[in-house]
T-cell receptor
Framework: DAGVIQSPRHEVTEMGQEVTLRCKPISGHNSLFWYRQTMMRGLELLIY????????DSGMPEDRFSAKMPNASFSTLKIQPSEPRDSAVYFC?????????????FGPGTRLTVL | AQSVSQHNHHVILSEAASLELGCNYS??????LFWYVQYPGQHLQLLLK??????LVKGIKGFEAEFIKSKFSFNLRKPSVQWSDTAEYFCAVSSGGYQKVTFGTGTKLQVIP
């Protein structure tokens, strides 16, 4: 299995622009998570989906952030408009509902820089 | 709600020293416990996990962790660290049946050759 795939790996954009981050979870996994990691705030859970349905979006910082999961193999995290303080590494992770394990598998991350 | 505390934010050790990183969680029910490692510039990878059974769990690269239910702790240990263990270590907890995993704030380990 290729693991969790994220694109792009690096994104540099200017303030005010729209940014779309993409994630393909591991095939067969039912849950998908978006995290943000910064030096100041550490690893933060933004939102997670179970069977394509958003379960908890309480970590989404503002209305500028939105996430979708149109099908079991694809999710997007969109920031519109982007701001310099959104600069961070964004990780996607997936896990399987089978069993009781909750082990999450992380993607390589997208390093976002907003100028 | 479940929470995880990692009290050591930054640890510096010499090679061959022994390591113990503290992790305490708060949740009264059945828990699944994890330690993840993040090497510089990389994503999080699972080191070890506890679901049930033997409270002493052995993971990859010589790491182990002990679940002490009475202390709500899941400390990570390694008898002799190497320079290549330099990384950030995250403790995490999930309650059985739920997919959400709560991560601690991480401990940065620096191993000096």
């Amino acid at each position: 299995d290729a693991g969790v795939i994220q694109s792009p790996r690096h994104e540099v954009t200017e303030m005010g622009q729209e940014v779309t981050l993409r994630c393909k979870p591991i095939s067969g996994h039912n849950s998908l998570f978006w995290y943000r990691q910064t030096m100041m705030r550490g690893l933060e859970l933004l939102i997670y989906f179970n069977n394509n349905v958003p379960i908890d979006d309480s970590g989404m910082p503002e209305d500028r952030f939105s996430a979708k999961m149109p099908n079991a193999s694809f999710s997007t995290l969109k920031i519109q408009p982007s701001e310099p303080r959104d600069s961070a590494v964004y990780f996607c992770a997936s896990s399987s509902n089978s069993g009781n394990y909750n082990e999450q598998f992380f993607g390589p991350g997208t390093r976002l820089t907003v100028l | 709600a479940q929470s995880v505390s990692q009290h050591n934010h930054h640890v510096i050790l010499s090679e061959a020293a022994s390591l113990e990183l503290g992790c305490n969680y708060s949740y009264g029910g059945t828990v699944n416990l994890f330690w993840y490692v993040q090497y510089p510039g990389q994503h999080l990878q699972l080191l070890l996990k506890y679901f049930s059974g033997d409270p002493l769990v052995k993971g990859i690269k010589g790491f182990e962790a002990e679940f002490i239910k009475s202390k709500f702790s899941f400390n990570l240990r390694k008898p002799s660290v190497q320079w290549s263990d330099t990384a950030e270590y995250f403790c995490a907890v999930s309650s059985g049946g739920y997919q959400k995993v709560t991560f601690g704030t991480g401990t940065k380990l620096q191993v000096i050759p």
